[in-house]
């Protein structure tokens, strides 16, 4: 068994820095053939003793030629439970044992591919109801599955089968009932078929009736104690809270407060990061105190766009505040050298989850010195600790009540516990740092670009902006390739998997948002040709339909597209919103249509479960609306022109198109719901041009997705 690496960042930078042109093509002894890979994640598992092969033809052609069943496991860098079952399983030699003698062993990083990922993860939710990482597929050498699981000890346990006799049992029926296997293949294949047959037509959506239904749901699902939805575990779910902001907007006071409960709460409890900023993955527990550790790019980038929406709709520093938090914890750990964003940071450091983060009162105190009784007291710390006897600081009262409870001065609390933040912060820096995964992936780029632009214009930062447009930059001249296809990821070069659907989709999303936010018009014909290889590489020349693989590139057995959204938002749903943009900002309806062809073929799932499909649902609400049209004249980067672009894009406007108009004179023109109001030279003239357009939207009633 391989020895527990303890800086596994520190070794996996060593791994990359080997000099491979002497190696032989399975590794030799000391590697397998992950030596080779880019990926943090295959590299953690370079030294198993495990026969891994990375996708591809080698894998196949080998399975084939030998009649073997092939272990095709997934999973991701940071991820807790693929380093437990790697140091079980995977770093055993009694398993490598058996899988080296009967099975080829693939691994594949789902972040590089994810549409490897998505379509076996649909397999894996078909056959037991659920998913997660690590992903393990049994499959023919055609890549058609016969079995899934998760999580497997190599022994069994607590009525549960251990691996190790779970694969002693595929290889007996791989050789002695073929036949067993085959039916097995043939029943996943034709049910994922029958699942792509489901009513796709398209349908009338009574809007209204179906965002209370929406509503209805999150209630139902609703947390009023500690905000967020469900139970144990519970996630941050960005995606459901920005849609509550938006019905708020639209005078709905009891979705708002969900949503604005449901972030304090976040921002207070042990989910956040309360020494540097960011948000952990998803909490363990209902109160939000004990997180799963790993923060992921995508996280970080939507829950600040949430919490920019929060601060417009109430004007409450606090939400500007979060975003902040986010964006100075992502620039301090996240930002490459050369502009992009890493992906995420490990759940584990020294083998243990959460060691990096967790704290012994007695060392704070050690620390803080006369500070800590107070510091300990409003970070919810003590001897006995909130975790497993360790602490994890998290926030009972906000300031001015912890404050008036315990007799002290705000300002003078504030700056004592903002000076014990940056003792520990240095104090936690000489830990052994959780593993960053390096990788650079476009998709999550562009909502972090997005993000940045917006939080940098609504609140006046600057840096924010520029670090937005050193992201697009790096992505746009790095990621591509010489005919101009964008490509997935970055990693000490960029890889050669071509960028998928939500790629394209996420990253012309940033670039429209970079664009509103700077004027800069090189943005707007990025983000137009960007959706012009979206129409070209996604979308069924004969159907209309859109895809979330390229159609130049590698398919997998059957098209299983998640066409709802996930932890991150539908490339579907995104897709439309920018081609919906993109026609109302450069005038161009046909792109109106091929905005409605993406949606109409899930309009019926829409109207069924519309809580998994809330971006779809805001596209279809806006497809027949009118947009509203400001026209922005002026020098671009005179101080008038940007105070006029901060007040507009202060008030959130649905369906804005910002233009710009070759007149000198700095104003704002809009025209909203056949209406066009006098041109607004001042930030206070747009103001009040903007409170006589806040009543003329409502919602409509019936939105229509074209018929086929």
Same mark, same amino acid.
């Given at each position: 068994?391989?020895?527990?690496?303890?800086?596994?960042?520190?070794?996996?930078?060593?791994?990359?820095?080997?000099?491979?042109?002497?190696? +032989?093509?399975?590794?030799?002894?000391?590697?397998?053939?992950?030596? *080779?890979?880019?990926? +943090?994640?295959?590299?953690?598992?370079?030294?198993?003793?495990?026969?891994?092969?990375? =996708?591809?033809?080698?894998?196949?052609?080998?399975?084939?030629? &030998?009649?073997?069943?092939?272990?095709?496991?997934?999973?991701?860098?940071?991820?807790?439970?693929?380093?437990?079952?790697?140091?079980?399983?995977?770093?055993?030699?009694?398993?490598?044992?058996?899988?080296?003698?009967? *099975?080829?062993?693939?691994?594949?990083?789902?972040?590089?591919?994810?549409?490897?990922?998505?379509?076996?993860?649909?397999?894996?939710?078909?056959?037991? %109801?659920?998913?997660?990482?690590?992903?393990?597929?049994?499959?023919?050498?055609?890549?058609?599955?016969?079995?899934?699981?998760?999580?497997?000890?190599?022994?069994?346990?607590?009525?549960?089968?251990?691996?190790?006799?779970?694969?002693?049992?595929?290889?007996?029926?791989?050789?002695?009932?073929?036949?067993?296997?085959?039916?097995?293949?043939?029943?996943?294949?034709?049910?994922? $078929?029958?699942?792509?047959?489901?009513?796709?037509?398209?349908?009338?959506?009574?809007?209204?009736?179906?965002?209370? /239904?929406?509503?209805?749901?999150?209630?139902?699902?609703?947390?009023?104690?500690?905000?967020?939805?469900?139970?144990?575990?519970? !996630?941050?779910?960005?995606?459901?809270?920005? =849609?509550?902001?938006?019905?708020?907007?639209?005078?709905?006071?009891?979705?708002?407060?969900?949503?604005?409960?449901?972030?304090?709460?976040?921002?207070?409890?042990?989910?956040?990061?309360?020494?540097?900023?960011?948000?952990?993955?998803?909490?363990?527990?209902?109160?939000?105190?004990?997180?799963?550790?790993?923060?992921?790019?995508?996280?970080?980038?939507?829950?600040?766009?949430?919490?920019?929406?929060?601060?417009?709709?109430?004007?409450?520093?606090? !939400?500007?505040?979060?975003? $902040?938090?986010?964006?100075?914890?992502?620039?301090?750990?996240?930002?490459?050298?050369?502009?992009?964003?890493?992906?995420?940071?490990?759940?584990?450091? &020294?083998?243990?989850?959460?060691?990096?983060?967790?704290?012994?009162?007695?060392?704070?105190?050690?620390?803080? #010195?006369?500070?800590?009784?107070?510091?300990?007291?409003?970070?919810?710390?003590?001897?006995?600790?909130?975790?497993?006897?360790?602490?994890?600081?998290?926030?009972?009262?906000?300031? &001015?009540?912890?404050?008036?409870?315990?007799?002290?001065?705000?300002?003078?609390?504030?700056?004592?516990?903002?000076?014990?933040?940056?003792?520990?912060?240095?104090?936690?820096?000489?830990?052994?740092?959780?593993?960053?995964?390096?990788?650079?992936?476009?998709? =999550?780029?562009?909502?972090?670009?997005?993000?940045?632009?917006?939080? %940098?214009?609504?609140?006046?930062?600057?840096?924010?902006?520029?670090?937005?447009?050193?992201?697009?930059?790096?992505?746009?001249?790095?990621?591509?390739?010489?005919?101009?296809?964008?490509?997935?990821?970055?990693?000490?070069?960029?890889?050669?998997? +071509?960028?998928?659907?939500?790629?394209?989709?996420?990253?012309?999303?940033?670039?429209?948002?970079?664009?509103?936010?700077?004027?800069?018009?090189?943005?707007?014909?990025?983000?137009?040709?960007?959706?012009?290889?979206?129409?070209?590489? !996604?979308?069924?020349?004969?159907?209309?339909? !859109?895809?979330?693989?390229?159609?130049?590139?590698?398919?997998?057995?059957?098209?299983?597209?998640?066409?709802?959204?996930?932890?991150?938002?539908?490339?579907?749903?995104?897709?439309?919103?920018?081609?919906?943009?993109?026609?109302?900002?450069?005038?161009?309806? &046909?792109?109106?249509?091929?905005?409605?062809?993406?949606?109409? #073929?899930?309009?019926?799932?829409?109207?069924?479960?519309?809580?998994?499909?809330?971006?779809?649902?805001? $596209?279809?609400?806006?497809?027949?609306?009118?947009?509203?049209?400001? @026209?922005?004249?002026?020098?671009?980067?005179?101080?008038?022109?940007?105070?006029?672009?901060?007040?507009?894009?202060?008030?959130?406007?649905?369906?804005?198109?910002?233009?710009?108009?070759? @007149?000198?004179?700095?104003?704002?023109?809009?025209?909203?719901?056949?209406?066009?109001?006098? /041109?607004?030279?001042?930030?206070?003239?747009?103001?009040?041009?903007?409170?006589?357009?806040? %009543?003329?939207?409502?919602?409509?009633?019936?939105?229509?997705?074209? /018929? /086929?």
């Amino acid at each position: 068994m391989t020895t527990l690496i303890k800086d596994t960042a520190a070794h996996i930078a060593e791994l990359m820095a080997i000099d491979k042109s002497a190696l +032989p093509a399975d590794g030799g002894q000391r590697f397998n053939r992950l030596i *080779f890979a880019r990926s +943090p994640y295959l590299l953690q598992h370079a030294e198993n003793p495990v026969d891994w092969y990375e =996708w591809g033809p080698a894998a196949f052609d080998r399975a084939q030629t &030998e009649n073997l069943p092939i272990l095709l496991s997934i999973g991701y860098a940071t991820c807790h439970w693929c380093h437990v079952m790697a140091h079980e399983s995977f770093e055993d030699d009694q398993v490598a044992a058996l899988l080296n003698r009967h *099975f080829v062993c693939i691994k594949v990083d789902r972040e590089e591919r994810p549409d490897i990922d998505d379509f076996y993860m649909t397999v894996s939710q078909l056959m037991t %109801g659920s998913g997660g990482w690590p992903l393990n597929i049994f499959m023919a050498p055609d890549r058609r599955p016969f079995m899934a699981i998760t999580y497997l000890p190599k022994q069994g346990r607590s009525g549960m089968s251990g691996l190790m006799e779970l694969l002693a049992n595929i290889a007996t029926l791989w050789r002695q009932r073929p036949d067993m296997i085959e039916n097995n293949c043939r029943g996943i294949m034709e049910e994922l $078929a029958r699942l792509r047959q489901t009513d796709r037509s398209a349908k009338n959506i009574e809007f209204t009736e179906t965002s209370t /239904k929406a509503f209805n749901q999150l209630s139902k699902i609703y947390d009023p104690k500690h905000g967020g939805f469900g139970s144990a575990p519970k !996630f941050p779910m960005p995606i459901y809270l920005g =849609w509550l902001i938006a019905q708020g907007r639209q005078g709905n006071a009891e979705a708002l407060e969900m949503a604005l409960h449901t972030l304090r709460r976040i921002r207070n409890g042990g989910i956040w990061d309360q020494l540097a900023g960011g948000v952990h993955r998803y909490s363990v527990d209902q109160r939000w105190l004990a997180p799963h550790f790993e923060k992921m790019l995508y996280d970080q980038a939507m829950l600040a766009l949430v919490a920019i929406d929060a601060f417009q709709a109430t004007g409450d520093p606090f !939400f500007s505040g979060m975003a $902040a938090g986010i964006f100075e914890f992502a620039e301090r750990e996240l930002r490459s050298v050369d502009g992009g964003y890493c992906s995420a940071l490990d759940a584990d450091s &020294e083998g243990v989850e959460g060691r990096f983060y967790v704290w012994d009162k007695q060392e704070i105190d050690q620390c803080l #010195g006369p500070d800590s009784e107070l510091f300990c007291r409003y970070f919810d710390i003590s001897s006995k600790g909130n975790f497993e006897g360790m602490n994890i600081p998290n926030i009972a009262l906000e300031l &001015e009540e912890f404050c008036r409870v315990n007799g002290t001065d705000p300002l003078q609390t504030g700056r004592l516990l903002e000076r014990g933040i940056g003792i520990l912060m240095q104090q936690r820096a000489q830990r052994i740092r959780p593993l960053r995964d390096d990788k650079i992936i476009a998709a =999550w780029n562009g909502l972090m670009i997005a993000a940045l632009s917006r939080v %940098g214009i609504v609140c006046g930062k600057p840096d924010y902006l520029e670090q937005a447009a050193g992201a697009a930059r790096f992505i746009m001249k790095s990621l591509r390739r010489q005919d101009g296809r964008l490509l997935r990821c970055w990693l000490n070069g960029a890889s050669e998997t +071509p960028a998928f659907l939500e790629d394209y989709a996420f990253m012309a999303f940033g670039l429209l948002e970079l664009y509103e936010a700077t004027l800069e018009t090189s943005w707007l014909d990025q983000a137009s040709s960007l959706a012009a290889q979206i129409l070209a590489l !996604f979308c069924d020349p004969y159907t209309g339909e !859109f895809v979330l693989t390229g159609l130049d590139a590698e398919q997998m057995p059957a098209r299983a597209s998640s066409d709802h959204d996930g932890v991150t938002p539908s490339a579907l749903a995104v897709t439309a919103r920018v081609l919906l943009r993109l026609a109302w900002t450069c005038d161009r309806p &046909e792109l109106i249509e091929h905005a409605r062809k993406a949606l109409s #073929g899930i309009a019926t799932e829409v109207a069924r479960n519309p809580l998994g499909y809330l971006g779809a649902l805001s $596209a279809l609400s806006e497809i027949d609306s009118p947009p509203v049209i400001a @026209s922005i004249s002026g020098p671009v980067e005179s101080m008038e022109t940007a105070l006029l672009l901060r007040a507009l894009k202060e008030h959130p406007l649905p369906r804005l198109a910002i233009r710009l108009e070759s @007149s000198p004179a700095p104003g704002v023109s809009i025209c909203a719901d056949r209406t066009c109001f006098a /041109k607004a030279a001042t930030p206070d003239e747009l103001k009040n041009v903007l409170r006589q357009i806040g %009543g003329l939207f409502e919602p409509q009633t019936v939105l229509r997705a074209e /018929k /086929k």
